[in-house]
């Protein structure tokens, strides 16, 4: 995709901002969990194995900015994914790094002389 007109600083800052809410790991991990649907707050504390307070933080991140959507059912939070591009995202970077760990390997086996071609 090119950009045809320079993109405004407003712009650009919630790009950045965007971006920063997926470069933590936690998060990712939650989001991995809930590709397969809606799952509710304590199911995810017990998936990652951490405290309710640190997954509830991060969910309420990703809720505030129109990634997830929450409903309560009772006592119980549910979050689902709003926004399913974020996950052709995902796909996009990780078939991007995997092709270059593969180019990394290669040239390390070239550079080791076990190269095959």
């Known amino acids: ?53 640190n997954v509830s933080k991060h969910l309420k991140i990703m809720w505030q900015a129109g990634i997830l959507s929450r409903r309560s059912e009772g006592t119980s939070a549910y979050y689902r994914v709003e926004d399913d591009m974020i996950f052709q995202l995902w796909n996009l970077v990780c078939h991007r790094l995997a092709t270059r760990v593969e180019h990394q390997a290669r040239q390390f086996r070239v550079l080791n002389g076990n190269g095959k071609r």
């Open 1 to 53: 995709m090119k950009l045809t007109k320079p993109v405004p600083p407003e712009v650009m800052q919630q790009v950045a901002e965007y971006f920063s809410l997926l470069s933590e790991p936690m998060r990712l991990r939650l989001l991995s969990l809930l590709r397969d649907g809606e799952k509710c707050v304590q199911e995810l504390v017990d998936a990652t194995q951490t405290s309710q307070a």
